[in-house]
């Protein structure tokens, strides 16, 4: 992999947040060289709490790759924010208009071009009421089916002792345990060259959440939910039978 080149706002960026979470976080750090890849990968990691998207940026950026992550095409549009976000080579992404196809090319070109796109197949942070992955949403199936890329699962443990995701909570404990783990890409050749119709789709994204939920399971311990019957689901369906 060639060494990571900054530009001085992402070198600005490191700077001011690094230190804050070396002091924040006692890290548990495994498996950065999945990471190293020579070229553009897809990082698709369980989402736990708001405070996720940091320690996976530390993790990504100590593993020797410059996280993209995508964001709200509205926050592009900030005076100020949007220009940084561009210049820290962030990806806008618009949501529930006719603009949003146009969404998988920036992620794809992204991709190509040799970066490190993360992609929270979750689309949220989970519902589930323990904490465990949750049935994802397609997008990281898409952008694999659309340009080859390996698919690199990456599972969180401790974030939501940082920011409590239940009931929005800040704690800024010093050295507050957390354990990021990088897998080796899943294996979906069995979809490769696969037109991208809701089932092929749906099973892609079902492979990589069950490989998420049993990395987490190694992490956290316990038995995980079935990863496609939320108990909430499940309590209504036999409430109504």
Same mark, same amino acid.
């Given at each position: 992999?060639?060494? @990571?080149?900054?530009?001085?706002?992402?070198?600005?960026?490191?700077?001011?947040? =690094?230190?804050?979470?070396?002091?924040?976080?006692?890290?548990?750090? @495994?498996?950065?060289?999945?990471?190293?890849?020579?070229?553009?990968?897809?990082?698709?990691?369980?989402h736990?709490?708001?405070?996720?998207?940091?320690?996976?940026?530390?993790f990504?950026?100590?593993?020797? @790759?410059?996280?993209?992550?995508?964001?709200?095409?509205?926050?592009?549009?900030?005076?100020?924010?949007?220009?940084?976000l561009?210049?820290?080579?962030?990806?806008?992404?618009?949501?529930?208009?006719?603009?949003?196809? =146009?969404?998988?090319?920036?992620?794809?070109?992204?991709?190509?071009?040799?970066?490190?796109v993360?992609?929270y197949?979750?689309?949220?942070?989970?519902?589930?009421?323990?904490?465990?992955?949750?049935k994802? =949403?397609?997008?990281?199936?898409?952008?694999?089916?659309?340009?080859g890329?390996?698919?690199?699962?990456?599972?969180?443990?401790?974030?939501? =002792?940082?920011?409590?995701?239940?009931?929005?909570?800040?704690?800024?404990?010093?050295?507050?345990?957390?354990?990021?783990?990088?897998?080796?890409?899943?294996?979906?050749?069995?979809?490769?060259?696969a037109?991208?119709?809701?089932?092929?789709?749906?099973?892609?994204?079902?492979?990589?959440?069950?490989?998420?939920?049993?990395?987490?399971?190694?992490?956290?311990?316990?038995?995980?939910?079935?990863?496609?019957?939320?108990?909430?689901?499940?309590?209504?369906?036999?409430?109504g039978?």
């Amino acid at each position: 992999m060639a060494p @990571r080149r900054l530009g001085f706002w992402q070198w600005l960026a490191v700077v001011l947040v =690094k230190p804050v979470l070396t002091v924040w976080t006692r890290r548990t750090w @495994r498996g950065m060289e999945h990471l190293r890849h020579p070229g553009g990968v897809i990082i698709v990691p369980n989402h736990v709490s708001h405070a996720d998207p940091l320690v996976s940026a530390h993790f990504i950026h100590d593993a020797g @790759r410059w996280p993209q992550y995508l964001g709200k095409a509205s926050l592009f549009r900030v005076p100020v924010i949007g220009w940084i976000l561009y210049r820290c080579k962030q990806i806008p992404v618009e949501r529930g208009t006719v603009e949003a196809a =146009k969404s998988l090319d920036k992620l794809v070109a992204a991709v190509r071009a040799g970066g490190a796109v993360v992609i929270y197949p979750e689309g949220t942070i989970t519902r589930e009421p323990d904490l465990w992955p949750m049935k994802g =949403k397609t997008g990281a199936a898409r952008l694999a089916l659309a340009t080859g890329a390996p698919v690199i699962p990456v599972a969180m443990w401790g974030p939501e =002792k940082m920011f409590e995701p239940r009931t929005a909570r800040l704690r800024l404990r010093p050295r507050t345990p957390v354990t990021v783990v990088a897998g080796p890409p899943i294996d979906l050749s069995r979809w490769a060259g696969a037109t991208p119709s809701r089932v092929v789709l749906e099973e892609m994204t079902d492979t990589i959440m069950l490989r998420l939920r049993d990395m987490v399971a190694e992490i956290r311990g316990g038995t995980p939910p079935p990863l496609w019957e939320r108990p909430a689901r499940t309590r209504t369906r036999e409430a109504g039978e």
